[in-house]
């Protein structure tokens, strides 16, 4: 069966990679449409430069180059003339190690190498600048432009058909689902799935922004095409070799959005004029790394135009409506086949074969989509792109939402983070600081303070209160399967997700972010009502020895007579509330949701119960540490469907020997000098006395007492697998 009539919009490289993998997979009845000429369209696939570095923090991300490089060396449009990137301070050469840990967790072989190392694959730099470099063999070049033309004779050889000089002015729907797509000359093409691959053309309808990058082509400078591409991130440069020439390209230092109307209505519209202003420092910089630039001539040169999101990751995946309707954009060259096959995996086999929550285009709640956040967020992104971003810097847009505690958070001297869009308390400045915290090196230390050893400890001992409103909370009304099976008064956790059933037809979600909903109001069936209350809500958690001492006499619900894993509805003090008897911090205790406009109230009243019995508030740095300890794991950083899918592979928690360093996730794990898996979070555990981390290891090494050894910049930390959980309150003593 030739599958459903499927109409691809754009025929970029992402464009023709999906009509290659979808008719590869025997869904032939496709038509790719473009608005340009086949197949140097105008787009960024017509201007880019080709570089492709494997190497991320990210595992799905480097999955993806990875599997670009592979397809495209064996359709002959890749070169692999290596990837070097360099280091001209101490810092960017420990971050280099850093990143070599992520290609030896994620597969991709590199090493870091001295400057002699550096001058022996790239002759023409500086050595007095240069302190080393991040090698990388398989890195390299495609022609993309070739790339895209021989997936499309792929593909049209199955069936496939491919029209330039065709753009689609809408798609037609009929009841909630993609029927076909009209161009602007009053074509139908009919379609049972549309998918589009627009690139920064999306911005009209998705969170994508399109942003500038300036590249030149110098005139003769002694290169030759076997030098490998040069990224010097400290200078937001990156380069390759034409022949001769050499192409410098520029993240500029004052990264420019540009208007979609802006753009130029000739054959090239990615292509704008050149600004050799804005070009100025990028030009000293590398002519300083490289002198013998200084000899040379800007030959050609323009500010190229590409679609980036608020977090760098593409957009992939079905919007909710119109059903029927699938996204490939901001999508870079370098992940173009594996963003394609993974897509056309989800469309053919109902899930992808790797996890892509980070590229979900439903990751994002509204305000996160809205343009001038989309906007601000990725300047800011681009513009820190120069220094060595650590996984908790702050993002670039703050005070997006806030919640109706914030102002009582502020008044105890809160230091604030952010989670999903919501401001929230990392630790309280009120709260004093251990007399003895325990050591941190500098990177586990960034954005983190001993107070949140303090917190962890009281809470440990007396009682402590969490805001819990950055959590996304879910009502649905109705019979559906996730809460099949649920008594009336009862919590379960089904697919990660806290389900709460409060009366027979009316449930509670405590879920995981934006993809959770998604998913819920994808598979509701017909009578269910599924709303997200998460902006018109909030929540406490109030965890502790004195928990029930403290709440008990605000409010009408018998907490004496309320079991673990139950929820009832009644009052704290005057704010109705929604009491579920769970805990994330492994201590007795509840979770307290109301409506956002008692929030105030509501912590008041408990704020105030609790002086005598020492209260204190604390932050997610404590709730982090006091998790790890109980064994509880987060949706998405710990587990994901694939990981949980294989039989082969547990999560196996880790108690690392004590020197101050504190991983925080992506680290490779290896066992008798061979890599074995990767950390997925990691914390100071203040109960246990020691770091500790997860990680997913081979089921025969995740057995308390396997020793590893976690790599960390350029060493490697002595971990054991442990019993869980790390900390029992009833035993009133680490398990270890």
Not at 286 to 310: Q, S
Not at 679 to 708: E, F, H, K, N, R
């Amino acid at each position: 069966m030739p599958g459903p009539a499927v109409v691809i919009i754009g025929a970029g490289i992402v464009g023709c990679a999906m009509a290659d993998e979808l008719t590869a997979r025997g869904w032939t009845d496709v038509t790719v449409l473009e608005q340009g000429p086949l197949f140097e369209a105008g787009g960024s696939s017509s201007h880019t430069p080709g570089l492709i570095s494997q190497i991320a923090p990210s595992r799905t991300m480097t999955r993806l180059a990875r599997y670009t490089v592979e397809k495209y060396s064996r359709l002959g449009c890749y070169t692999p003339v290596g990837g070097l990137e360099l280091a001209t301070t101490a810092e960017r050469l420990a971050d280099l190690h850093r990143r070599h840990g992520f290609g030896e967790a994620w597969g991709v072989p590199s090493a870091v190498v001295d400057p002699a190392g550096c001058l022996a694959v790239f002759p023409l730099l500086e050595k007095s600048l240069v302190l080393g470099g991040l090698h990388v063999p398989s890195d390299g070049l495609v022609a993309a432009v070739r790339a895209a033309e021989v997936q499309a004779a792929n593909a049209t050889a199955r069936g496939a058909r491919f029209i330039g000089n065709r753009r689609v002015a809408n798609l037609i729907t009929d009841k909630g689902r993609v029927t076909g797509v009209n161009t602007v000359e009053d074509e139908v093409f009919p379609a049972g799935l549309v998918v589009s691959c627009t690139g920064f053309w999306g911005a009209t309808a998705r969170p994508v922004v399109p942003m500038i990058q300036q590249y030149v082509r110098t005139t003769a400078a002694g290169a030759d095409d076997t030098l490998p591409i040069v990224r010097h991130p400290d200078r937001g440069l990156y380069l390759r070799a034409h022949g001769e020439r050499l192409g410098v390209g520029s993240v500029r230092p004052d990264p420019s959005p540009v208007r979609l109307g802006d753009l130029p209505g000739d054959a090239h519209p990615a292509m704008l004029p050149f600004t050799p202003d804005t070009f100025k420092q990028s030009w000293a910089a590398a002519t300083d790394l490289i002198p013998a630039l200084r000899g040379t001539a800007l030959d050609e040169a323009y500010n190229g135009v590409l679609g980036v999101t608020a977090d760098g990751f593409p957009l992939l995946g079905e919007v909710l409506e119109p059903r029927g309707l699938w996204v490939a954009e901001a999508v870079e060259v370098a992940h173009s086949a594996g963003a394609a096959k993974a897509l056309t995996e989800w469309i053919v086999d109902g899930r992808p074969a790797i996890d892509l929550h980070e590229c979900d285009l439903n990751r994002f709640d509204p305000g996160r989509c809205s343009p001038e956040y989309v906007r601000r967020r990725a300047v800011r992104r681009l513009a820190d792109s120069r220094r060595i971003a650590h996984p908790a810097d702050p993002p670039g847009v703050r005070d997006l939402r806030i919640g109706p505690f914030h102002s009582r958070q502020t008044e105890l001297g809160a230091v604030f983070g952010e989670a999903g869009g919501w401001e929230t308390p990392l630790w309280y400045a009120s709260n004093p600081a251990p007399d003895t915290p325990a050591a941190r090196d500098e990177w586990s230390g960034r954005h983190r303070s001993p107070i949140a050893e303090t917190e962890a400890r009281l809470t440990r001992r007396r009682v402590a209160l969490f805001d819990l409103t950055p959590l996304t909370r879910i009502e649905v009304t109705g019979s559906f399967a996730a809460g099949a099976g649920i008594p009336v008064g009862a919590i379960r956790v089904r697919g990660g997700m806290t389900v709460a059933r409060l009366a027979g037809s009316r449930f509670l979600i405590g879920a995981n972010g934006p993809l959770d909903l998604d998913r819920l109001l994808r598979t509701a069936p017909p009578g269910v009502a599924v709303r997200d209350v998460s902006a018109g809500t909030c929540a406490l958690g109030v965890w502790g020895p004195a928990a029930r001492e403290l709440l008990a006499p605000l409010t009408t619900v018998d907490l004496a007579a309320f079991g673990h894993l139950q929820a009832r509805e009644g009052y704290l003090g005057m704010a109705p509330v929604t009491l579920l008897r769970i805990s994330g911090v492994g201590e007795l205790g509840w979770e307290i949701w109301t409506e956002a406009g008692y929030g105030p109230r509501l912590w008041d009243t408990v704020w105030e119960a609790g002086r005598e019995l020492g209260l204190i508030a604390a932050g997610r740095l404590a709730q982090d540490s006091l998790r790890m300890e109980k064994g509880r794991r987060l949706r998405w950083t710990d587990t994901t469907d694939e990981d949980e899918a294989d039989p082969d592979r547990r999560s196996a928690c880790l108690v690392l020997a004590e020197t101050g360093d504190v991983p925080v996730g992506g680290e490779p794990v290896y066992a008798g000098g061979f890599v074995v898996g990767h950390v997925t979070s990691a914390a100071y555990g203040c109960s246990a006395g020691a770091p500790i981390a997860y990680a997913w290891l081979p089921s025969v090494l995740a057995v308390p007492g396997t020793q590893v050894e976690i790599g960390y910049f350029d060493r490697r930390l002595l971990a054991t697998v442990t019993v869980e959980p790390l900390f029992d309150p009833k035993a009133e003593r680490p398990l270890r």
